[in-house]
């Protein structure tokens, strides 16, 4: 299946299910998902996967194990290209719209103190602070996981404290369901994004291996 963009019934099936998130909302509009949503998104996937490597899938049912809210589905489909451990580039649609982005999402293990360590040093930390001066100046949304007060033993004056504040650290643009959406420009404006946040993705990777 080639890519064609994501028709009005991706957003219509994502309104319906925020509105009664519920296995019977599911089980009735389960072809919408599969039609609208989940067809479509694979075949973005393969349009991207020459590039970026294989595109991923998130399952649409949440883990309410030990949630709070025990609401059965996500009210999103999102998709991962993995560059290391909770690193990599994502994309997502959902009843607002379209949103593509990358970065590190969720830090893994020893991976932040690896993080404040390469931010705290100048030869490393210099270089991604230039990165998302760029990444800003872009026009992009930084985002993430931060602390309100500063981390600590870091000094009130550090050059990059605001970086050192960070626990997640990614970038992104959100776009409204506009007639684009709904044609293989979608591809296009994911891939520049991407393209546009691969020096994050690249430091990030580069600086932060697993455990």
Known sequence: MSFSGF????????????????????TGHRHLYEEAVKAPMVALGEELEAEFGRVHLF?????????????????????YVATGEA??????????????GAGLYTAQGGQLARYREAVDEEL???????IMDGVRAAGYAVEGDRLKTRPRGVPEDHPRLDLLRHRSLHAGRRFEPEAWV?????ADRVR????????????????????
């Open 87 to 100: 690193i990599g580039y994502y994309v997502q649609v959902d009843a607002a719209g379209l949103y593509a």
């Open 124 to 130: 490393s930390g210099s270089p991604l602070e230039k």
């Open 7 to 26: 028709p009005d019934d991706a957003f219509v099936f994502y309104e319906g299910l925020e509105a009664d998130n519920s296995k019977a909302y599911w």
């Open 59 to 79: 399952r649409p049912n949440r883990d309410v194990r030990f949630a709070k809210d025990k609401s059965p589905y996500k009210t999103h489909q999102g998709a």
């Open 182 to 186: 709904h044609t293989p420009e979608v």
């Open 192 to 211: 520049a994004i991407w393209r546009d946040l691969t020096p994050l993705v690249e430091w990030l990777t580069a600086h932060l291996p697993a455990d």
